[in-house]
């Protein structure tokens, strides 16, 4: 099949996915989307939101409907990095005993790190290199994480007795920080209405696994032009007050720290996904902004010149979004 057969082949199978996904989620159409967005681009994805906003439903039900293992993990004070990337055990056969490793919950196509806050940063940690490098070492070993990988963190904005701030490092191994909102009272009637009765939604499958391998690998193929790379580096050197002596006076005034090269990455990367989910074949600037507002979020850090102002991150990437 060509390249562009299966961007054909995307479209009809977005809207069927789409379709599915909607058996048991009402609204959110926004979240759904970038949420497909990262996946194509192979990255992982902070799903901001109080609870009762249906979080663990949307990754569950995605899951399903792509064919692919689900894990959650509950995040815990006392959880221990070992809970979640697997441990080695002494194991007896006939009479001989040996080390046998026992796979842990990252060993899932799509894991659920619920409440990923509420853990010390030590057993954050132990996501890193398996986001990174879609694997985990233990006892000296290597083992391979099966493809595609998906991670999708969760916090509550409100909570913050007994959480832990996720390093700065973590953070920038996320593609994207997606905030939920509440629903419409339209919408919450209705999931109050089907959620009350005894209906039971059913999800079948959009895509298998191996086409979705077939689309990332796609999206990488996807031609960006020059002069799209140029504007995006440019914008994001913008928010580097420390490194930038051109950025505009606001950055200086507002921001500690700006974007990394992955902010750069994450942008064209989220631009060509959405280009290919659209069914066009190449991204456009406006691809770019779209993504920009879940890219940015969690990787400017504003100074407290800002906090005293009552200036947020979202406030400053509104404002830098006009320097595009």
Same mark, same amino acid.
């Given at each position: 099949?060509?390249?562009?057969?299966?961007?054909?082949?995307?479209?009809?199978?977005?809207?069927?996915?789409?379709?599915?996904?909607?058996?048991?989620?009402?609204?959110?159409?926004?979240v759904?989307?970038?949420?497909?967005?990262?996946?194509?681009?192979?990255?992982?994805?902070?799903?901001?939101?109080?609870?009762?906003?249906?979080?663990?439903?949307?990754?569950?039900?995605?899951?399903?409907?792509l064919?692919?293992?689900?894990?959650?993990?509950?995040?815990?004070?006392?959880?221990?990095?070992?809970?979640?990337?697997?441990?080695?055990?002494?194991?007896?056969?006939?009479?001989?005993?040996?080390?046998?490793?026992?796979?842990?919950?990252?060993?899932?196509?799509?894991?659920?790190?619920?409440?990923?806050?509420?853990?010390?940063?030590?057993?954050?940690?132990?996501?890193?290199q398996?986001m990174?490098?879609?694997?985990?070492?233990?006892?000296?070993?290597?083992?391979?994480?099966?493809?595609?990988?998906?991670?999708?963190?969760?916090?509550?904005?409100?909570?913050?007795?007994?959480t832990?701030?996720?390093?700065?490092?973590?953070?920038?191994?996320?593609m994207?920080?997606?905030?939920?909102?509440?629903?419409?009272?339209?919408?919450?009637?209705?999931?109050?209405?089907?959620?009350? !009765?005894? =209906?039971?939604?059913?999800?079948? #499958? /959009?895509?298998?696994?191996? *086409?979705?391998?077939?689309?990332? $690998?796609?999206?990488?193929?996807?031609?960006?032009?020059?002069?799209?790379?140029?504007?995006?580096?440019?914008?994001?050197?913008?928010t580097?007050?420390?490194?930038?002596?051109?950025?505009?006076?606001?950055?200086?005034?507002?921001?500690?720290?700006?974007?990394?090269?992955?902010? !750069?990455? =994450?942008?064209?990367?989220?631009? #060509? /996904?959405?280009?290919?989910? *659209?069914?066009?074949?190449?991204? $456009?600037?406006?691809?770019v902004?779209?993504?920009?507002?879940?890219?940015?979020?969690?990787?400017?850090?504003?100074?407290?010149?800002?906090?005293?102002?009552?200036?947020?991150?979202?406030?400053?990437?509104?404002?830098?979004?006009?320097?595009?």
């Amino acid at each position: 099949m060509s390249d562009i057969e299966t961007v054909e082949k995307l479209e009809t199978a977005r809207s069927k996915l789409i379709k599915e996904i909607k058996e048991r989620i009402v609204g959110q159409d926004e979240v759904i989307n970038q949420i497909l967005i990262s996946l194509l681009a192979q990255g992982h994805c902070i799903l901001l939101g109080v609870p009762g906003l249906a979080k663990t439903l949307i990754v569950n039900t995605l899951a399903e409907a792509l064919s692919l293992s689900f894990s959650r993990i509950q995040f815990t004070p006392d959880l221990m990095p070992a809970d979640i990337t697997g441990t080695e055990i002494v194991d007896s056969i006939d009479g001989r005993r040996s080390f046998r490793f026992i796979k842990g919950p990252i060993f899932a196509n799509v894991v659920l790190a619920d409440e990923i806050n509420r853990t010390p940063p030590r057993t954050q940690s132990a996501l890193l290199q398996a986001m990174q490098e879609y694997n985990v070492t233990i006892s000296g070993k290597t083992y391979d994480l099966e493809s595609p990988f998906f991670v999708l963190a969760t916090q509550n904005p409100i909570e913050q007795e007994g959480t832990y701030p996720l390093p700065e490092a973590q953070l920038d191994r996320f593609m994207f920080e997606i905030e939920i909102q509440y629903p419409s009272q339209e919408e919450e009637e209705y999931i109050v209405k089907t959620t009350t !009765s005894a =209906y039971i939604p059913t999800v079948k #499958k /959009a895509l298998t696994s191996q *086409e979705i391998i077939e689309l990332q $690998s796609l999206v990488r193929k996807v031609p960006v032009s020059d002069e799209l790379i140029h504007s995006v580096v440019k914008f994001v050197n913008l928010t580097r007050p420390s490194s930038n002596s051109d950025c505009p006076k606001y950055i200086k005034d507002w921001v500690a720290w700006g974007g990394s090269p992955r902010a !750069s990455q =994450y942008l064209i990367l989220g631009a #060509k /996904a959405r280009a290919i989910l *659209e069914g066009r074949y190449t991204p $456009s600037i406006e691809d770019v902004r779209y993504v920009a507002i879940s890219v940015l979020r969690h990787r400017i850090i504003p100074n407290f010149n800002a906090e005293a102002e009552g200036i947020t991150t979202l406030d400053i990437i509104q404002k830098l979004l006009k320097e595009l």
